[in-house]
């Protein structure tokens, strides 16, 4: 298989991906969202909006015994994405679903899944400048879904006691623990991503539990780059470099 006209074939850890050159491209966030997912017990797992499929590909080349569902409202995004499952000999694992994710409780009963993971935009519609790609603009801003509908999602999705794992942005932590709370989810363990020791947290990786008791835990924070700008002996580690 070779990269289509506007494509490039870009490597991460042990998976090789087509990505556009000028539309959406995976960041760093997807590979620490991947990181953080703890699933050696669980089986069945679905992810809300996938984008090229980075996260549900390394995820099934870590843990082998997993089904992956990963679905994508964009339509480009999502045959993308289904190449790169094949690319990486992984069609029996992951399957690609190109769907708005507010209509998937016509597709799927109730409490069907064991975990669910998102990296989703982040930004109001009226935050923020709107990328002139849509591929970008819809990954970063709540054009096609919002925070509550991808929570009620989530939690419609789930089974009891099943796990919803996502990297957000910390200026909206408060409203997404409310959030979260709303829909039955606990949050469980967090942990805070800086740019640098002494800055301010830039992301933020939480795990929360169906129908669970409330308690919290929350892991050392994780620094990207040293003073000198190069990548924290933690980050090469999670990176394979």
């Known amino acids: 298989?070779?990269?289509?006209?506007?494509?490039?074939?870009?490597?991460?850890?042990?998976?090789?991906?087509?990505?556009?050159?000028?539309?959406?491209?995976?960041s760093i966030d997807a590979v620490l969202l991947e990181h953080f997912i703890s699933a050696k017990r669980l089986e069945k797992g679905i992810e809300l909006g996938a984008g090229s499929g980075v996260?549900?590909?390394?995820?099934?080349?870590?843990?082998?015994?997993?089904?992956?569902?990963?679905?994508?409202?964009q339509k480009a995004l999502a045959e993308r994405a289904r190449r790169n499952v094949l690319l990486n000999n992984l069609d029996g694992a992951v399957e690609i679903l190109d769907k708005d994710i507010k209509d998937l409780r016509k597709i799927f009963a109730a409490n069907k899944f064991d975990f669910v993971f998102s990296n989703p935009p982040f930004r109001k519609?009226?935050?923020?400048?709107?990328?002139?790609?849509?591929?970008?603009?819809v990954a970063r801003h709540e054009i096609e879904i919002t925070l509550p509908d991808l929570i009620k999602t989530a939690s419609y999705l789930l089974k009891?006691?099943?796990?919803?794992?996502?990297?957000?942005?910390?200026?909206?932590?408060?409203?997404?623990?409310?959030l979260l709370q709303k829909?039955?989810?606990?949050?469980?363990?967090?942990?805070?991503?800086?740019?640098?020791?002494?800055?301010?947290?830039?992301?933020?990786?939480?795990?929360?539990?169906?129908?669970?008791g409330t308690w919290l835990k929350v892991e050392p924070p994780?620094?990207?780059?040293?003073?000198?700008?190069?990548?924290?002996?933690?980050?090469?580690?999670?990176?394979d470099v």
Do not use: C, W
Request: glycine share 6%; no cysteine.
């Open 125 to 137: 519609t009226r935050t923020g400048r709107l990328s002139i790609s849509e591929e970008r603009a």
């Open 160 to 178: 009891h006691s099943g796990k919803f794992f996502l990297i957000y942005h910390p200026f909206r932590l408060a409203e997404l623990i409310m």
């Open 55 to 73: 996260v549900s590909i390394l995820l099934a080349k870590r843990l082998k015994h997993l089904g992956i569902i990963a679905v994508e409202i």
């Open 1 to 26: 298989m070779r990269p289509e006209s506007g494509e490039t074939l870009d490597s991460i850890k042990d998976i090789k991906l087509f990505q556009a050159k000028q539309g959406y491209r995976f």
């Open 183 to 212: 829909s039955r989810l606990e949050p469980k363990r967090a942990r805070f991503i800086h740019s640098k020791a002494g800055e301010e947290a830039k992301m933020v990786l939480i795990e929360a539990v169906k129908g669970s």
């Open 222 to 239: 994780l620094y990207l780059y040293e003073d000198n700008a190069e990548y924290t002996p933690e980050l090469k580690n999670i990176l």
